[in-house]
């Protein structure tokens, strides 16, 4: 899909599915959920599902809620690398209080709920080199702050900068005491995703998790994002069992994240057995938002998007 398509179809993001070039009803995940048993989650969108129509085709972050909105979902999971205005302005903090007022207009506009922010780029946590890793706590607080007042319940980070196990797990813990603490007072969580490197590795990041002994520290546990090595070209050469994975960090999950690449003839996702996945989900007693998160190349973004938040209503409408 090229730019003019993509951006013609976001002019019409608030009126429906339909208008973003989905003509059929049989898309619109309202009326299948009249039709059939609603799920025991509700729908959210990763903001990192659209990050190619973002940086590549034009389209202004802040208008995330509206094609949110034109796609049936109800919640919104944000990503700060997407806003640029933020984070090279030369002007941060009148930059920060523009990102909150703007993206507070747009959810409230059109019905929709403000849960997350993921933050990239501000700092290694488990980084060895005190003085750097003190620095990343310092950077991440304004993230916490702004996930304040856009009424969001957490924000999720990164746990990079050092590959020894222990000393990792050893800085990890005194980062995310550090920030749980500073959130606490303003009800944020900290949820941190398996997320490459030793992240991926579900029980040691459990353990890292469990040892701060702060019960506003939690996961995100992301579908697809297991792989612990990689090799030549990306290529994962060793992955950790997802639903393994999975099922460790969901005891501290605050939040879910539906990975998808791939999907076959019956839209089943051809990487992660979904209907597997979403016992896991639902006999840990999660009745939150589950976020769709696309991340293939074969569909475009759109029917990526599309595609994944159907087979989790379809999935869903079953248990």
């Given at each position: 899909m090229n730019r003019k398509t993509f951006l013609s179809q976001l002019s019409f993001a608030g009126v429906g599915v339909a208008a973003l070039g989905f003509a059929s009803c049989k898309n619109n995940p309202a009326d299948k959920a009249a039709s059939a048993t609603a799920p025991f989650f509700k729908l959210s969108l990763a903001q990192w599902s659209i990050h190619r129509a973002i940086r590549e085709q034009g389209v202004s972050?802040?208008?995330?809620?509206?094609?949110?909105?034109?796609?049936?979902?109800?919640?919104l999971e944000y990503v700060n690398q997407l806003y640029t205005d933020v984070t090279k302005s030369e002007q941060p903090e009148e930059a920060m209080q523009?990102?909150?007022?703007?993206?507070?207009?747009?959810?409230?506009?059109?019905?929709?709920q403000n849960l997350l922010i993921m933050i990239d780029g501000e700092g290694d946590l488990s980084s060895s080199d005190e003085e750097k890793r003190i620095q990343a706590i310092e950077n991440?607080?304004?993230?916490?702050?702004?996930?304040?007042?856009?009424?969001?319940?957490?924000?999720?980070?990164?746990?990079?900068?050092?590959n020894d196990p222990a000393l990792w797990k050893q800085n990890s813990i005194a980062s995310l005491t550090a920030l749980a603490t500073f959130a606490q007072p303003y009800n944020i969580?900290?949820?941190?995703?398996?997320?490459?490197?030793?992240?991926?590795?579900?029980?040691?990041?459990?353990?890292?998790?469990?040892?701060?002994?702060m019960a506003n520290c939690g996961t995100l546990p992301d579908f697809g994002n297991f792989c612990i090595e990689r090799g030549p070209n990306y290529s994962c050469v060793k992955e950790y069992d997802r639903y393994k994975g999975t099922t460790e960090m969901m005891p501290k999950a605050f939040g879910v994240s539906a990975k998808s690449h791939d999907f076959d003839a019956a839209g089943n996702e051809t990487n992660t057995d979904y209907i597997r996945m979403l016992k896991i989900v639902k006999d840990a007693g999660y009745s939150g938002y589950i976020g769709v998160e696309y991340e293939g190349n074969?569909?475009?973004?759109?029917?990526?998007?599309?595609?994944?938040?159907?087979l989790l209503l379809k999935v869903g409408a079953q248990m």
């Amino acid at each position: 899909m090229n730019r003019k398509t993509f951006l013609s179809q976001l002019s019409f993001a608030g009126v429906g599915v339909a208008a973003l070039g989905f003509a059929s009803c049989k898309n619109n995940p309202a009326d299948k959920a009249a039709s059939a048993t609603a799920p025991f989650f509700k729908l959210s969108l990763a903001q990192w599902s659209i990050h190619r129509a973002i940086r590549e085709q034009g389209v202004s972050p802040y208008d995330f809620a509206k094609l949110a909105k034109g796609w049936g979902f109800e919640g919104l999971e944000y990503v700060n690398q997407l806003y640029t205005d933020v984070t090279k302005s030369e002007q941060p903090e009148e930059a920060m209080q523009n990102f909150i007022a703007r993206s507070n207009e747009e959810a409230a506009k059109y019905g929709l709920q403000n849960l997350l922010i993921m933050i990239d780029g501000e700092g290694d946590l488990s980084s060895s080199d005190e003085e750097k890793r003190i620095q990343a706590i310092e950077n991440h607080k304004k993230w916490i702050l702004a996930a304040n007042s856009m009424n969001c319940h957490s924000v999720r980070l990164n746990l990079y900068g050092e590959n020894d196990p222990a000393l990792w797990k050893q800085n990890s813990i005194a980062s995310l005491t550090a920030l749980a603490t500073f959130a606490q007072p303003y009800n944020i969580n900290i949820m941190v995703e398996n997320h490459g490197s030793l992240t991926s590795q579900a029980d040691l990041l459990m353990e890292a998790i469990n040892g701060t002994g702060m019960a506003n520290c939690g996961t995100l546990p992301d579908f697809g994002n297991f792989c612990i090595e990689r090799g030549p070209n990306y290529s994962c050469v060793k992955e950790y069992d997802r639903y393994k994975g999975t099922t460790e960090m969901m005891p501290k999950a605050f939040g879910v994240s539906a990975k998808s690449h791939d999907f076959d003839a019956a839209g089943n996702e051809t990487n992660t057995d979904y209907i597997r996945m979403l016992k896991i989900v639902k006999d840990a007693g999660y009745s939150g938002y589950i976020g769709v998160e696309y991340e293939g190349n074969t569909l475009s973004e759109e029917e990526g998007i599309i595609a994944t938040r159907d087979l989790l209503l379809k999935v869903g409408a079953q248990m």
